[in-house]
């Protein structure tokens, strides 16, 4: 009862989300196939049966899925190839429940995330054999890992410190090191979890389909992924400790290093960490860090001056680093200089802290003498980058942020990291430390007001809403769009293959910056450009996920949107970005939410009389309620949208994509028909979808042609000619490797493979099994290779 209740809850989760692809699509479907048949034998409703009996729903709260298991229990008692079938369904089935990759010689699961560490890096050794003292000196708990928590003010140092420290401990820990900067400086910055989790389960070797949407199974897939290993977990900058828990390892042979500016007293008290405070450096370690930074150039200078700027800096590093930084790159900076600027300034501050109340920052002072020796173009640049909290700081945002070339971006990023105002974390990419951000951003504000702060958000806003729409026409060049972004837009003639691949890959790396710049945009109510850029980020989410940034900035599309109608803009944005908001919650496993916006988003269409929008609204509302298995009520909502593609004039959005939205829905309809047994109807239905998409401009779409072969496959088989079932899947090989779609193609051997075992060929059977395979390990889906090898076992066995 378990082990089929474990099932139902893995399929029923996957049939919204999407999880698992086509495999988890035809698991959904076989289950409701058993459970209709369960019913018929009881008398009740079956799949196909007369009209007005009760028909199996998807079983989506606890109680429905025990109910569910119970019947596949009943069903399996009542014969011995019934047993089997239910057995066969229930072993399928637990190969989709998200799982943790082993761990593999070749590191693929073994990730090392430590950014670079410094090589001035002075003092702290204690800190190192505090934690080594924890990891030698406590005996382990089942299931709870070390965790040290690192506190202390901004710039102490604790980011240097813990990856120093995990650096030096790594050899303890062969299972990899996780680590992220949870951008914790402020509530309104700090990485959700969930978001956290999603990047953590990709390196750990989980393929993007089978990330679930909603935090919790991501965090319970988190933990099987660490279990039983040996590996350190680096959360760095961590805003609370609610930040940090669903992050936590349950593993007695994990290390957490925590940092933050606060108290994480619940850590503490709930799950064990140990706390410790970082102070300042003393005046002979800042001393030594001052000279370390300078250069050899620069040792020259006498001690009781090097020593006046190290205790002016506070002992704190990040005030140390900025001095040194600047008397490393102006050699005529002289040392002598520094000390009564900086003199200069400590008294002006304890004066005004005096006055205030308050005390002196160390950093502060160091960041202003630094800006004062910038020449103004490039403090003008520093100012300009702060506009906004940017994830991290690209050429094309620096450049458009301040509103200069490219070429010349580049140089200003440069000369800024040389004096440590600023940070380079990847190739041409860089980052603030917050205090930094903080420092640049109060200059902004006095010396260029919040006018020109605001021109700098929407210069950044455009230029991501262009890269990101020309990214988006190579994810997926097919697909209708809205807005003028795509207007000028084609794609090159001599498109490689693989363009679509790296636009993809593109997006994600900027998947961040994305985000941020639609709630920049939002909170300077550039409504145009959100709604924008979130109908350019549809390829990024429906192929790779990311529920919760999907759903937090397409809530703010829109309300940008109906803005934007309210103000003469365009509505049709409004019944867009419902859908694309439902397509999220559907991944998210919101059902209700999801039914609820597209309901508005039909509405909203049809107020303003899109056609094309309307179609579209009611297609996604069928496909959620094919998926909930309501397939009469689903296959209502394709042929209305059907009618409704019908009212579609030349000229009109829509228009010119009219051919192939008309096909997908034929073939949908044909998939809702075989749901409900109507055999007949769905062949002929599935056959006219097929014709109309190799009818389609510029040779046919091999990719949906494979699709539907795939589906005549399936019903060809329900219906019990694996004769005919059988060419068809010959067919859909073959258009697979023709349109170069790997994990389609993996999918289109699996079911040909079954085909063949149910026709009793094992040896076709396995030898598609094993192309399969190959398939999905050439396609990063290490997950499904193991399933089908696993399967391959069983059967040699």
């Known amino acids: 009862m378990s082990v089929a209740l474990s099932a139902v809850g893995t399929v029923a989760s996957g049939a919204l989300s999407g999880a698992g692809g086509e495999v988890g699509r035809r698991a959904s479907e076989r289950l409701h196939g058993l459970l209709g048949r369960g019913r018929a034998a009881d008398g009740g409703a079956g799949a196909g049966s007369g009209g007005g009996e009760e028909r199996p729903t998807l079983p989506v709260t606890e109680q429905e899925q025990r109910a569910a298991a119970l019947r596949l229990v009943e069903v399996a008692r009542r014969s011995p190839e019934a047993a089997r079938e239910v057995a066969e369904w229930v072993r399928e089935a637990s190969w989709l429940a998200p799982r943790a990759v082993p761990a593999v010689a070749d590191g693929a699961s073994r990730p090392q995330m430590l950014p670079p560490t410094t ?18 000196g406590a005996g382990p708990v089942p299931g709870a890992p070390v965790i040290a928590a690192l506190t202390g003010p901004g710039g102490i140092g604790k980011t240097a410190v813990a990856v120093q420290c995990a650096y030096a401990l790594r050899e303890r820990f062969p299972d990899g090191i996780l680590f992220v900067d ?27 389909a089978m ?11 988190f933990r099987d992924c660490t279990a039983d290993r040996r590996m350190m977990v680096v959360l760095d900058n961590a805003h609370s400790d609610a930040q940090v828990v669903p992050l936590l390892p349950a593993s007695s042979g994990c290390l957490v ?29 800042s001393v030594l860090l001052l000279r370390r930074v300078a250069g050899n150039e620069r040792a020259a200078a006498p001690d009781t001056v090097v020593e006046a700027v190290a205790e002016a800096a506070g002992g704190v590093p990040l005030a140390l680093c900025t001095t040194g930084a600047g008397l490393a790159v102006r050699e005529h900076l002289a040392w002598e200089r520094v000390a009564r600027q ?11 802290a005096d006055d205030a109340g308050g005390s002196v920052d160390p950093v502060r002072q160091a960041q202003d003498a630094a800006y004062r020796e910038l020449a103004p173009e490039c403090a003008a640049f520093y100012r300009a980058l702060a506009v906004w909290a940017w994830p991290t700081v690209t050429v094309m945002c620096a450049a458009r942020a301040a509103d200069v070339e490219e070429e010349r971006a580049r140089v200003l990023l440069e000369e800024l990291a040389r004096v440590h105002l600023l940070e380079e974390v990847g190739e041409e990419r860089y980052r603030f430390h917050d205090l930094a951000r903080a420092h640049a951003r109060e200059r902004a504000v006095e010396e260029d007001g919040h006018g020109r702060m605001a021109a700098g958000v929407r210069r950044v806003a455009v230029a991501y809403v262009r890269w990101a729409a020309e990214a988006d026409l190579r994810v997926m060049p097919l697909r209708w769009r809205l807005g003028p972004a795509y207007r000028a837009l084609v794609l ?119 056609r094309r929008g309307q179609a579209s609204a009611v297609e996604a509302l069928g496909l959620l309620r094919l998926k909930r298995w ?29 051919p192939r939205a008309t096909a997908l829905l034929e073939h949908h309809i044909g998939r809702a028909e075989a749901k409900q047994r109507h055999f007949a109807e769905a062949l002929a239905r599935l056959n006219d979808a097929l014709a109309r998409f190799r009818r389609l401009p510029g040779g046919g779409d091999a990719y949906n042609e494979g699709r539907v072969y795939m589906s005549l496959g399936d ?83």
């Open 182 to 208: 949870l951008a914790g400086a402020s509530a309104g910055t700090a990485l959700p979890p969930s978001d956290v989790l999603a990047r953590f389960l990709e390196r750990l070797g989980v393929p993007p």
């Open 342 to 352: 900086l003199s200069e300034q400590l008294s002006e501050r304890e004066q005004s």
């Open 630 to 658: 309501k397939y009469a009520e689903a296959q209502g909502c394709f042929e209305e949208a059907r009618e409704i593609l019908r009212g579609v004039r030349e000229g009109e959005d829509g228009w010119e994509d009219l």
């Open 492 to 610: 090159p003639e001599d498109r490689e293959p693989a363009d679509g691949r790296r636009a993809l890959a593109a997006l994600r790396r900027e998947r961040e910056n994305l985000a941020a710049v639609v709630r920049a945009a939002d909170h300077h109510g550039f409504d145009d450009l959100v709604w924008q850029l979130c109908e350019a980020m549809w390829g990024l989410h429906l192929l790779l996920g990311f529920h919760a940034q999907w759903i937090d900035t397409h809530l703010l599309g829109v309300g940008a949107a109906r803005r934007c109608a309210e103000e003469f803009g365009d509505r049709r944005a409004v019944g867009r970005m419902l859908v694309q908001l439902a397509f999220g919650q559907m991944g998210a496993g919101r059902a209700d939410d999801a039914e609820r916006a597209l309901a508005e988003a039909v509405a909203a269409e049809q107020a303003c009389g899109h």
């Open 715 to 797: 019903v060809h088989l329900e219906a019990g000619d694996s004769d005919l079932a059988l060419v068809c899947l010959d067919k859909a090989v073959m258009a697979m490797e023709t349109a170069g779609a790997g994990l389609q193609l993996a999918d289109a051997f699996e079911s040909r493979a079954r085909c063949h075992r149910l026709s009793g060929r094992p040896a076709q059977a396995a030898e598609d099994l094993r192309a399969a395979a190959l398939r999905y390990e050439e396609n990063g889906d290490r997950i499904g290779a193991e399933r089908l090898r696993g399967e391959l076992a069983e059967s040699e066995a």
């Open 257 to 285: 290093l925590v940092t933050s500016r606060h108290r994480l007293g619940r850590l503490v008290a709930e799950y064990g960490a140990r706390p410790r405070v970082l102070g300042p450096l003393s005046t002979a370690d």
């Open 211 to 221: 990330v679930p949407g909603d935090e919790a199974r991501q965090r319970d897939l």
């Open 119 to 136: 090589s001035v890096f002075t003092d702290r050794e204690d800190v190192t054999a505090w934690i080594t003292a924890l990891l030698e």
